[in-house]
């Protein structure tokens, strides 16, 4: 009678540690299915983002972008109380139109306004990287691929002599160049 206690209490402890082995088994395979569930949804948002980018990049490469070239090679020189004409063409780089493109120019002190007149021109504010710097509007209208588009600036140099920089920028509709500057040398 003892051998069959035995054999019992064993047969019980196997019974007992089958239980918890599958007991541990199916919480191992939950938290698995836990952290496949997870990885799943983090490639899923992985995923969507990079689409996102993808569309945010192709978009970009749609946008319009505008080209200036001078008709006259820079640095310029010139004598005192002379009238310049800076000469210009603008054309479409990339994308289908700019609507309603216009060149800014940034006039030092000193030079005077001919075309277009002083007034149509604005003094920039204190905190802008030159302040009280006069600005020029040049409209161009609607660009579109093919043809430039010619422009001009007329302005008389000053009657100190020395190195002057003009600078310019191109905007357009949901464009806006960065701003770049033109030497004028007075003798």
């Known amino acids: 009678m003892g051998g069959t206690i035995v054999t019992i209490l ?3 402890l196997s019974v007992s540690a089958i239980i ?8 191992c395979l939950l938290l698995v299915q836990e952290v496949s569930i997870a990885s799943e949804e983090f490639q899923t948002k992985k995923l969507v983002e990079a689409f996102k980018t993808a569309l945010k990049l192709h978009e970009k490469e749609k946008e319009e972008e505008l080209s200036i070239e001078f008709r ?6 010139c004598s005192r109380n002379t009238e310049l004409e800076i000469n210009f063409l603008v054309w479409l780089k990339k994308g289908k139109i700019a609507r309603q493109a216009e060149v800014w120019f940034y006039v030092p002190d000193g030079f005077g306004l001919i075309s277009p007149s002083e007034e149509k021109s604005w003094r920039q504010n204190n905190n802008f990287i030159v302040p009280n710097i006069r600005t020029i509007k040049i409209n161009l209208g609607n660009i579109s691929t093919g043809p430039s588009t010619p422009g001009s600036l007329k302005i008389k140099s000053p009657n100190v002599a020395g190195k002057y920089f003009l600078m310019y920028l191109l905007l357009a509709e949901g464009y806006f160049s960065s701003r770049k500057q033109i030497e004028v040398i007075v003798e």
């Open 20 to 27: 918890v082995g599958i007991y541990r088994l199916c919480r």
């Open 10 to 12: 064993l047969w019980l």
């Open 72 to 77: 006259d090679t820079f640095p310029y020189t």
